[in-house]
């Protein structure tokens, strides 16, 4: 196979870690040299399977030739009008089937093939929406396939894969899951890419409809928001890379607190001062009022330059399928007399602008199915710290009902993200007996599906503490309990916000695995969790897959330990960066078994093998977390020389691997660490 590629309680439960340490260590042996089985003894998943989409796999065999001793006689199809997806889906084919199997496939438009040649049986690949698939006679509803579903049908000696829509990320995944079919094509990390290499396939009969069970899955790592190749290939959406390959529309440049942008104080507040919050500050992050303070002609004129600005967007980004008009990323709302009004009759804050969103949405679908009846974009509001609540209210029975009957029009979805709830339990965890629970979380959102007709979740697995994003985060225990929780609550978008920097493609205490089971659980929220894991560290570390699955359980019994502390608070920015949370001794258990995992690729790079460098940088990530605090907590224990060393090596490493942040606010960068600990010379 190719690859690309408090005290007192820890010290108490310190034994009790250590054994589930060397257990976790001692996972059985999987299939093949150096793999790894999880053995991990603590579950990610309460529930069990729910009502998922449609994932319907019919594969069968055939006697017909596909690829024989690295040739084949089959010609890729495109349509004449080429998109970006399904060109894209060519070449990914194309380039990845010829790694792993030396076969080259040439490619031809509609417009080159004769009437015969499109009804009869030729050794043809038809992508996307081309004359054979039209002549084929498959029928694909856009409203259930949406952007990303795709068949996958063998006809004749043919084979048709696409999307249902125009300009479908479908057809692209529909390639990628033919190359997983025919050479067991898979993506880990964006270094990280595996598939067989063999010279002879027989045609597969195929017919394969799979539908995600989330319209929209993203993501929010630096691999997946800005590294498009590495987010299609994992089929998940991008939504902050320039361009007109993305699927969200930026507003004023930004992708989700754009009102700022879109409407900025710096233009319009002195000429239209009631358009901003009565108690917004002079510069920064400013709100909006969206009672314009009453005032009917403001609130017109605010309203339509809104649907102005939306407009030009709209046709700048032509491919853009969902615009979110969010406001400021600060917990403040105007306090203004109307805002305070339209509060107290409807219970929230969110109602005034949800009445604004009806007006914009009103006028800008009016406009969009008139000039471009074509396209289909899906506009948003938040559901944000001060706007959180919705207008809704227990009835008599115990169902919630919209206050004066208010509802969000036009089919625009509301983007609920808690940024206040617990993160490291689920949604589900909302029993009100037990501490920290998610009861006014769930609550909320039974709220808003009375208000809304589409709903979009924002989860959080992170937290924003002084050094959160180079030391471990629990991201495991929740992470299918929520794509179960939102797709038995028919999300439409999900989001879950995780580490490390936009800008970088690494993210330290797993953040790599949590990325790639959000990949797999964003498609799939009834797929087998330690199936994934298994296949995940056997592909990332190799022969020292073992090991680092045994690292990885070890952390997850720390902080069991961690969280059974009744000091700990799990809601909102739960801080696991405390001495009293990591022993001494334990932290250097984690760098021992790092380097245990170093020694055991160690061969790789004396055979000059070209993987070393990619288990390597994996491991040496890992390692990152615990060197970090083993400095920041008991550097006064070592010897000046030996703790400059272990800073001088800590530094080193961390360039390499790729990480520049340490938290998410734009100081907090490596560099400002160093200056921190005194500055030194690499």
Avoid at 287 to 293: G, I
Wanted: glycine content about 6%.
């Amino acid at each position: 196979m190719r690859k690309h590629i408090s005290v007192k309680i820890i010290s108490i439960l310190s034994a009790f870690v250590m054994a589930i340490f060397m257990f976790a260590g001692c996972a059985d042996k999987g299939n093949g040299e150096g793999g790894s089985t999880s053995s991990n003894p603590f579950t990610t998943t309460t529930r069990g399977d729910v009502e998922g989409g449609t994932h319907i796999y019919n594969v069968g065999t055939t006697n017909e030739d596909f690829i024989t001793n690295g040739k084949t006689e089959y010609v890729v199809v495109l349509p004449d009008d080429v998109d970006y997806y399904e060109q894209t889906a060519f070449n990914e084919f194309s380039t990845f089937i010829s790694e792993a199997t030396g076969a080259v496939f040439e490619s031809v438009r509609d417009s080159e093939l004769t009437d015969e040649q499109i009804a009869g049986d030729g050794k043809y690949i038809s992508i996307g929406d081309t004359a054979i698939f039209r002549a084929a006679n498959i029928a694909l509803d856009k409203s259930e396939f949406g952007d990303g579903g795709f068949i996958i049908k063998t006809v004749g000696k043919k084979i048709i894969l696409t999307g249902a829509t125009q300009y479908s990320t479908g057809t692209l995944y529909a390639a990628y899951e033919l190359l997983h079919q025919l050479v067991n094509f898979e993506v880990y990390t964006a270094d990280v890419i595996t598939y067989d290499t063999v010279s002879t396939i027989k045609l597969p009969a195929f017919d394969i409809k799979d539908i995600p069970d989330f319209p929209w899955r993203v993501v929010n790592t630096g691999m997946t928001c800005t590294d498009t190749s590495t987010a299609s290939r994992m089929r998940m959406n991008y939504n902050r890379s320039p361009g007109s390959t993305t699927f969200q529309m930026t507003l004023g440049g930004a992708t989700h607190h754009t009102m700022q942008h879109l409407i900025p104080a710096a233009d319009y507040r002195e000429s239209n001062p009631e358009w901003f919050a009565k108690n917004a500050p002079e510069s920064g992050e400013i709100q909006h009022c969206y009672t314009c303070r009453g005032d009917e002609l403001q609130f017109k004129l605010f309203v339509g330059t809104t649907v102005e600005k939306l407009k030009a967007e709209t046709i700048a980004q032509p491919n853009a399928k969902f615009a979110n008009l969010g406001q400021a990323d600060m917990p403040y709302w105007c306090n203004c007399d109307e805002c305070t009004e339209v509060r107290e009759t409807y219970g929230a804050n969110s109602a005034a602008v949800i009445l604004w969103m009806n007006e914009v949405s009103e006028q800008y679908y009016a406009w969009l199915n008139e000039e471009y009846p074509e396209r289909d974009v899906t506009l948003s509001i938040f559901a944000y710290h001060d706007t959180t609540e919705a207008p809704a209210v227990k009835d008599a029975n115990g169902e919630y009902q919209a206050v004066n009957g208010l509802h969000l029009e036009n089919g625009v979805t509301v983007m609920y993200a808690p940024i206040e709830a617990n993160r490291i339990d689920s949604m589900y965890y909302d029993d009100t007996n037990l501490p920290d629970n998610n009861s006014r979380y769930t609550e909320i959102l039974k709220g808003w599906q009375v208000v809304a007709d589409s709903i979009s979740l924002w989860i959080y697995g992170t937290n924003y503490a002084t050094d959160a994003w180079i030391t471990p985060f629990n991201a495991f225990n929740a992470i299918q309990d929520n794509y179960k929780f939102a797709k038995e609550n028919n999300v439409y978008w999900f989001q879950y916000q995780r580490r490390n920097s936009n800008s970088d493609k690494n993210g330290v205490g797993f953040m790599n695995l949590a990325a790639y089971l959000d990949s797999k659980f964003g498609w799939n929220v009834n797929a087998d969790y330690n199936t994934l894991v298994n296949n995940y560290f056997n592909a990332v570390y190799g022969p020292a897959a073992q090991t680092m699955l045994g690292y990885f359980n070890a952390l997850r019994a720390q902080f069991a330990v961690i969280e059974s502390n009744s000091s700990f608070s799990r809601m909102g920015e739960t801080n696991y960066v405390e001495a009293e949370y990591w022993p001494e001794p334990l932290l250097k258990q984690y760098i021992a078994m790092c380097d245990k995992a170093l020694a055991e690729i160690e061969p790789l790079r004396e055979s000059g093998d070209a993987m070393y460098d990619i288990y390597k940088e994996q491991i040496v990530l890992e390692s990152i977390g615990p060197r970090f605090m083993l400095i920041e907590f008991y550097g006064l224990n070592y010897h000046q020389s030996e703790l400059l060393e272990m800073k001088t090596e800590f530094k080193s490493d961390i360039i390499d691997v790729g990480i520049t942040q340490t938290a998410e606010i734009a100081t907090a960068t490596v560099g400002e660490l160093y200056n921190q600990w005194g500055g030194f010379e690499r």
